[in-house]
């Protein structure tokens, strides 16, 4: 950009899909297993920047505009860096739900003017008693100071267009840090050690939802500990029902590992039940489509028994067959909405 800059002066520049950054929310080492991205700003395809990279030069050079951050949500498909079976990107400022990822705060830090002060990561690390943790502070004050515990770990001048990294020893508790501006506290900001899940907390976006068929509530949901905060690393499943004039139009979590779908199907509406007594024919011949064998009242009993839960099926490469069974289904399963019938593996 400079030499193209030197070579055209007076033409305008501006960064159409800049960083390419990518992160999952919440989470803060790679794992390539589950599908997750570090949400500290160290990470970008190999053709991309991080957020302080690319802000960092962008912001001194004058005859640059601005940029354009690729992207503002993460979306589906185009999952990177890891693939199937991811379904997400991991490149948005928010998750899929508009929940920030902690580059969020950076941008904010120096996008706006009002003091920012952003801590991360959180502090529930069982297992890691004294271990060094990553410990990072976001912010646009001039100088930040953290403590563990009331204890200060040190006060430092925050570079522009930057950010300020500590190693901190873990020991449960309170991380906190305040910002300053000509020696004055302006922001403070902590995260706490929470207890275990205790309680789904709800909160919705509008005071109140009227039962006309066309208004709309965001419900946020939270998995909280017995003091009502959020513990960051529940991982528990919910489901949910609802009573009177509305319906669900959607659900979500962000999780850009995650298949269930945002259409919400709620579960205590289905019965599951197992269905057996499978039997099973062989037939070297093609063309079994026709045959009587595919009949309803077609006796047999003679057919072998098979076992549809088994790891391997009877089929081999080639071989084809014809399973047969008979399921009772009840007038209530009739009256449903809808009967699903699930095979295994034949």
Request: proline share 8%; hydrophobic share 40%.
């Given at each position: 950009m400079d030499a193209y800059h030197k070579a055209h002066p007076e033409q305008p520049n501006v960064g159409s899909e800049q960083g390419s950054t990518v992160s999952t929310r919440g989470i803060y080492a790679n794992d390539p297993v589950r599908g997750y991205v570090s949400a500290y700003d160290d990470n970008a395809p190999e053709w991309a920047?991080?957020?302080?990279?690319?802000?960092?030069?962008?912001?001194?050079?004058?005859?640059?505009?601005?940029?354009?951050?690729?992207?503002?949500?993460?979306?589906?498909?185009?999952?990177?860096?890891?693939?199937?079976?991811?379904?997400?990107?991991h490149f948005g400022i928010l998750d899929t739900c508009g929940y920030p990822k902690d580059n969020y705060w950076y941008y904010q830090s120096w996008w706006t003017a009002a003091p920012v002060l952003h801590l991360l990561p959180h502090w529930?690390?069982?297992?890691?008693?004294?271990?060094?943790?990553?410990?990072r502070a976001l912010s646009n004050c001039e100088e930040v100071e953290l403590f563990l515990n009331d204890k200060s770990l040190g006060r430092q001048p925050m570079p522009r267009n930057g950010s300020i990294k500590w190693k901190v020893a873990y020991a449960p508790g309170t991380l906190a840090a305040k910002g300053y501006n000509g020696g004055k506290v302006v922001a403070e900001e902590k995260v706490?050690?929470?207890?275990?899940?205790?309680?789904?907390?709800?909160?919705?976006?509008?005071?109140?939802v009227k039962a006309d068929g066309e208004d709309a509530a965001v419900i946020k949901v939270a998995i909280v500990d017995a003091q009502g905060r959020v513990v960051p690393t529940a991982g528990n499943r919910v489901s949910f029902a609802l009573e009177g004039p509305g319906r669900i139009v959607g659900v979500g979590n962000g999780d850009p590992s995650c298949h269930e779908p945002d259409v919400y199907v709620g579960e205590a509406t289905v019965t599951k039940r197992p269905i057996d007594g499978?039997?099973?024919?062989?037939?070297?011949?093609?063309?079994?489509?026709?045959?009587?064998?595919?009949?309803?009242?077609?006796?047999?009993?003679?057919?072998?028994?098979?076992?549809?839960?088994?790891?391997?099926?009877?089929?081999?490469?080639?071989?084809?067959a014809i399973y047969r069974t008979?399921?009772?289904?009840?007038?209530?399963?009739?009256?449903?909405?809808?009967?699903?019938?699930y095979f295994a593996k034949i």
């Open positions: 920047n991080t957020a302080e990279q690319w802000w960092g030069f962008f912001a001194p050079r004058p005859w640059l505009s601005g940029g354009f951050v690729w992207t503002g949500f993460d979306y589906r498909g185009e999952p990177t860096p890891y693939a199937w079976p991811c379904i997400s990107s529930n690390w069982a297992g890691r008693e004294g271990q060094e943790i990553d410990v706490e050690t929470t207890g275990a899940a205790a309680a789904v907390q709800l909160t919705s976006d509008a005071p109140a499978w039997r099973i024919k062989k037939f070297a011949e093609r063309g079994i489509e026709t045959r009587p064998e595919l009949k309803p009242e077609f006796d047999d009993a003679s057919w072998t028994a098979a076992d549809v839960t088994a790891a391997h099926g009877p089929l081999a490469n080639n071989e084809r008979k399921v009772k289904v009840t007038a209530e399963e009739l009256a449903s909405p809808a009967v699903e019938l």
